[in-house]
């Protein structure tokens, strides 16, 4: 069965500090992961995708095959960085992404 | 361009009822996804819908039923509601071409109470 695991529930750390989110998941095919961000009073949306290999708003994520993990990294927090992060597998060939619980992430000043 | 629009925002609903969400999909947008978040969980799929007939379902019983339109807008219904049914109802819309899928936009969501 698929599965993606994000062991922590919250996460705080002080502005300009390194970030990094942990995703690790579980699926026996080729696996598409992608980190969707919700901020506060707003909709879920996409943050990045691992087949893009790009930096949005300073996150990058890279996947590991070999450690069945898609970790979600930034070098020096911001405050606007504080919400809601989910790490998501998309089941190949179809439409159906599996999410994590989420990290809550928090940056103080 | 509009987004994912979802009515109504709110819900209560008391056991045993039914109810039925609706969600309007983006503009040009042919695929709908039906999305159940639990407080302080992830969202968790339910099933998807495109050309009006779904294709492809979650672990949720046949209780939770959808339709989608052809003007590609969508509903899930749920019938004989329990306390469980309580959550936070998430709907995506996308664009499909053969068997390429696109990114998915979300909608606000419609927060459903069972008492």
């Known amino acids: 069965a698929q599965r993606v695991t994000q062991p922590e529930k919250l996460l705080s750390v002080f502005k300009g500090a390194p970030v990094e989110l942990k995703c690790n998941y579980s699926?026996?095919?080729?696996?598409?992961l992608f980190w969707y961000v919700q901020y506060s009073r707003q909709r879920l949306q996409l943050l990045l995708r691992h087949i893009s290999r790009e930096s949005i708003k300073g996150f990058t994520a890279d996947l590991n095959k070999g450690e069945t993990s898609f970790h979600l990294k930034k070098p020096f927090a911001q405050e606007e960085d504080s919400a809601m992060y989910y790490c998501a597998l998309r089941i190949q060939g179809a439409q159906k992404l599996v999410f994590g619980q989420g990290t809550r992430l928090t940056i103080n000043p | 361009e509009t987004g994912v629009t979802q009515s109504p925002t709110h819900l209560i609903k008391t056991r045993g009822q039914q109810v039925t969400l609706r969600c309007s999909s983006q503009?040009?947008?042919?695929?709908v996804s039906w999305y159940q978040q639990a407080l302080g969980q992830g969202p968790q799929f339910i099933f998807q819908y495109y050309r009006e007939e779904e294709n492809g379902r979650g672990n949720f019983p046949p209780r939770f039923s959808g339709l989608q339109f052809p003007n590609y807008s969508s509903e899930l219904n749920v019938n004989a509601l329990e306390l469980d049914d309580s959550a936070l109802y998430l709907c995506?819309?996308?664009?499909?071409?053969?068997?390429?899928?696109?990114?998915?936009?979300f909608g606000p969501g419609t927060r459903l109470t069972v008492l």
């Open positions: 995506a819309s996308s664009t499909r071409s053969g068997s390429s899928y696109n990114e998915q936009f």
């Open positions: 699926y026996s095919g080729s696996p598409e």
């Open positions: 503009s040009g947008h042919n695929t």
